[in-house]
């Protein structure tokens, strides 16, 4: 069975500019959790979304959204990017939304210049 | 709110050699879980281990062990006849769990380094 995958790997963009970030779960998995790795943050947890429905939210503000499609699939965005949001995301995905353990992918490095 | 604490920023350790990463946690949930993933210098969250606040017994996968003691509230990961490819950040989590939301919240990591 496949693992978690995420688009791109890789990405530089400048100060302004909006960003989208793409995590496809494992086959049969329906929650699907972003966080945001940083050096001085450490791992943080952004948006859980399980069914479509967002289902939690981490403390950050409202440039960074989500949502998830009918096949389990979720994209992050971030507008009007600041240079704190580089950072490392990772995307993990759960069979169902309560006791089941979160695997992640292999993350987006994302560059703010 | 829960935490997690992981007191040793780094370790090193020679191949072949056992080694105890430290992990405490801070909940007032009767049920909870604990993770331990492995970050390699790639970036994937490699999963380790997991422990049920309900478990009567210590949770082994291969090489590795959970060294549960609830009352102490901590949750080290053992790590027995250790190789060079270990050698990565380690982080334990623990399960936050809210009307059926989860989240995981994270410790620090400890950067384990193995010496041939």
């Known amino acids: 069975k496949a693992g978690v995958t995420q688009t791109p790997r890789y990405l530089i963009k400048t100060r302004g500019q909006q960003v989208t970030l793409s995590c496809s779960p494992i086959?049969?998995?329906?929650?699907v959790s972003w966080y945001q790795q940083t050096p001085g943050q450490g791992l943080q947890f952004l948006f859980e979304?399980?069914?479509?429905?967002?289902?939690n939210k981490g403390n950050f503000p409202g440039r960074f959204s989500g949502r998830q499609f009918s096949n389990s699939r979720s994209e992050m965005n971030v507008s009007t990017l600041e240079l704190g949001d580089s950072a490392l995301y990772l995307c993990?995905?759960?069979?169902?939304?309560?006791?089941?353990?979160?695997?992640f992918g292999p993350g987006t490095r994302l560059l703010v210049l | 709110a829960q935490k997690i604490t992981q007191t040793q920023p780094g370790m090193f350790v020679q191949e072949k050699e056992a080694v105890t990463l430290d992990c405490t946690y801070d909940?007032?949930?009767?049920?909870?879980?604990l993770f331990w993933y492995k970050q390699p210098s790639s970036g994937e969250m490699i999963f380790l281990i997991y422990?049920?606040?309900?478990?009567?017994q210590n949770a082994t996968e291969g090489r590795y062990s959970l060294n549960f003691q609830k009352a102490r509230k901590s949750a080290n990961l053992v790590i027995s006849a250790s190789q060079l490819g270990d050698s990565a950040m380690y982080f334990c989590?623990?399960?936050?769990?809210?009307?059926?939301?989860?989240?995981?919240?994270f410790g620090q990591g400890t950067r384990l380094t193995i010496n041939p």
């Open positions: 993990a995905s759960s069979f169902d939304s309560g006791q089941e353990t979160q695997y």
């Open positions: 086959s049969g998995h329906r929650s």
């Open positions: 979304y399980f069914s479509e429905t967002q289902r």
């Open positions: 909940t007032s949930d009767p049920s909870y879980g």
């Open positions: 422990q049920g606040s309900y478990d009567q």
């Open positions: 989590a623990m399960r936050e769990t809210s009307r059926g939301a989860q989240k995981l919240v």
